[in-house]
């Protein structure tokens, strides 16, 4: 099967890298530990760059009558498609994310936990009047094999090429192989939290905004319309926010966790570089932890104390498996937890993932505010389980239909 894979001249959406990268060293030449293994776990929107093949543009083909288009991302460089792709292969859940506000969540073929994070997406895409969305049973790819990637035959890998090669099992011809062999890749992660790229991948790595990158994203799908019509909901958006944003000295205390077991509970930043902030960072909370802890730092209910945030972010609140009655109770429970500010003020509120892509973004930067500033934003509901809260019309933040008008493709 492989073999006879690999022996193609053609397929529909074959892609071959130009420009900056050569066939044979097809892509340009960190640790994963913060990124989610464990499904209880402005983005540098502003052009943060340490460099990069190309400027992330999309171009037509020369040729008089080719159909032939390409797109350019760090850190694979300039990419030609003969067509838009429909299948995708993807590893985390922006860009499982991005795929979907794109039109393309049935054509997925593989994300990390797939029927953990339908069930958490789920919680969202139920505001969207109209829209579905069906990961489970997908193939898990957190750790990918490179064999499945042939058996599942997609027409573009929506993954980041250097993060890939952190894995053991795969080495820089393993990604050069299947980008000649299946479809190319097409992704950026280590913006995440600006992470350090590895060898040969370090040279020029550049570093995106969640939107950003979906910009470009979009382009190598031909999905420009979308793109422009969910950026205009995200403007408006931000637009709201900045204008009811009060000073910095009267913003709350806050910090984000996570924790599958309350025994262990890990702390995440609030501000730093990286899209994993995209719902936060626009809002400017103040750190409780003032910089003394970094993302994935295990804290207990004393440090939580000492600290003593307003509030309290829990991340993989929404899950449909996670009891956030129990959650508050844990703390409310505790002789420490029980003193903490927030747990004392009801203010310990739920949230969804940090690799958020454009659609859940819009989500949290509402949900977010509100659970920040109710005075500014409206009330945010005390969430137990669920989907994400009916929140009346006049009280929300964005527009639903016109998102949910924009994946099914009504422009």
Known sequence: MRDEKAQRETRRAFAKYGGTVALGGLLAGCTGGDAESDPTGSDGDDPDSSGGQSDGSATEANDAGDESYSASISPTGEVTFESPPETVFTRLTHHADMAFALGRSDGLTAMHAPDYYDGLWNQFVERLPGVSLDWSGLYSSWKPDKEKLYELDSDVHLADPAWITQQDAWSREDVDEIAERVSPWFGNSLSDRHQEPTGEWADGYRYYGLWEQFELVAEAFRERERYEALAAVREELLATIESDLPPESERPTAIMVAAADIEEIYAYTLSNPGFLTSHTRPLGPRDAFEGSVESGTVVDFEAILEADPDVILYLGGFEPGTDMAGRRA????????????????????????????????????????????????????RYEEGPYPEIPEAERLFDRQRVADVVNGDL
Do not use: C
């Not at 505790?334 to 310990?348: E, I, K, L, T, Y």
């Not at 859940?360 to 109710?374: I, V």
């Open 330 to 381: 844990a703390f409310e429970d505790d002789p420490v937890g029980s003193q903490v500010a927030a747990v004392r003020n009801d203010r310990v509120h739920p949230q969804g993932a940090r690799y958020q892509g454009p659609i859940l973004n819009l989500f949290q930067l509402e949900m977010t505010a509100k659970q920040l500033y109710p005075d500014a934003f409206g009330a945010w509901p």
